[in-house]
């Protein structure tokens, strides 16, 4: 069975912290791999999407990295602030036809 | 550009009633969308995937008799709860798939998600 999860199920940093969040997947055949980030109640916000030839993509303080072949990538923010408190889910897209696979994804509470 | 709108965005209703729900590629075509739901403080589950002028196909243990999805257009799924019951509470989140754009290059087969909607039984 295919799954996504993610580790730590919630964090809280202080603000100005730089932190990683982690994302692993069991079957290392993707075709791409996307964060997104969901505030309570709203739906998704697409952050970085990594086809399964990139080993990262980044825009403004986030970067995100894909290792295919441990089966992993990391969403990596750099100096955290209040407004980036929010679930962090990773999700992997098998075959260009199907749907994305969602991990539980990380609670995020940055304190100022 | 590839937006997806859901209507309505909330939805409270008695036990036993159906409830549609609307899901439109606002801007680009989608021969596939995708159904998804969520439960409070979990993560997104893939209830259907829904392909243009052909039968949606259901995840195991979601009931299709129960979950009529219909997508008669490129821009148009829906989702309508049959016979709702509290259990069926929920967040109810569409996506379309964009197969290709022209013009700007963009991601291929990426997924566009709408705002979803949350759905009450009482």
């Known amino acids: 069975k295919q799954e996504v999860t993610q580790i730590p199920a919630a964090l809280s940093v202080p603000e100005g912290e730089n932190l990683v969040l982690n994302c692993s997947f069991t079957?290392?055949?993707?075709?791409?791999l996307q964060w997104f980030r969901q505030d309570p109640g709203k739906g998704l916000t697409s952050l970085l999407l990594i086809q399964s030839s990139q080993r990262e993509q980044t825009s403004g303080r986030l970067n995100a990295s894909l290792d295919k072949s441990s089966g992993r990538s990391t969403l990596y923010i750099a100096a955290s602030q209040p407004g980036d408190s929010a679930t962090y889910l990773c999700a992997v897209k098998y075959q260009a036809g199907t749907a994305l696979i969602f991990g539980k994804g990380t609670t995020l509470s940055v304190s100022s | 550009g590839a937006v997806v709108s859901q209507h309505p965005s909330w939805v409270i209703c008695k036990s036993g009633t159906s409830v549609k729900i609307e899901c439109r590629s606002l801007?680009?075509?989608?021969?596939?969308m995708f159904w998804y739901r969520q439960f409070p403080k979990q993560s997104l589950m893939l209830m259907a995937t829904?392909?243009?002028?052909?039968?949606?196909?259901?995840e195991q243990g979601v009931e299709k008799d129960k979950f009529l999805i219909n997508h008669a257009s490129l821009t148009l799924s829906t989702l309508t709860v049959t016979s709702a019951h509290p259990e069926d509470s929920s967040f109810y989140i569409c996506?379309?798939?964009?197969?290709?754009?022209?013009?700007?290059?963009?991601?291929?087969?990426?997924?566009?998600f709408g705002p979803g909607t949350r759905l009450t039984v009482l």
């Open positions: 801007d680009f075509q989608a021969t596939t």
């Open positions: 829904s392909n243009e002028g052909s039968k949606a196909t259901y």
């Open positions: 996506s379309a798939r964009l197969l290709a754009r022209s013009g700007r290059a963009r991601s291929y087969n990426e997924q566009f």
């Open positions: 079957d290392s055949a993707i075709y791409n």
